[in-house]
């Protein structure tokens, strides 16, 4: 299983996924998660791409996860170890943020 390269990545690369079924992997199980939004930012970035965040959506059935680094599955092509932030609960469960900067 072959990472995928933050560096490379633009919001386009999750519309696909939007409003679809993702895993993340929690210690030794699999959580599912949505993916609900994506968000270009109107901020300066140096970088080509032009910064942005993603939103996910966790059931309520799973416990709180603490701000850190999870392994987030949207594919077998898009797999990537990403930095995710608890943000507040909304209809589906506990919201979190991902930003790509």
Known sequence: ME?????????EHFTPYLNQQLQIVFSDALVQAELTEIVEND???????KPFHI???????FPLLRQGIYRLGFSQQ????VFMVPVGP????Q???IIFS
Do not use: F, H, N, V
């Open 3 to 11: 990472l995928t390269d933050l560096s490379k990545i633009t919001s």
């Open 43 to 49: 901020t300066y970035s140096p970088s080509e791409r």
């Open 55 to 61: 939103m996910i959506s966790i059931g309520t059935e």
């Open 78 to 81: 898009m797999i990537m170890d």
């Open 90 to 93: 909304d209809g589906k469960g």
């Open 95 to 97: 919201r979190y943020q």
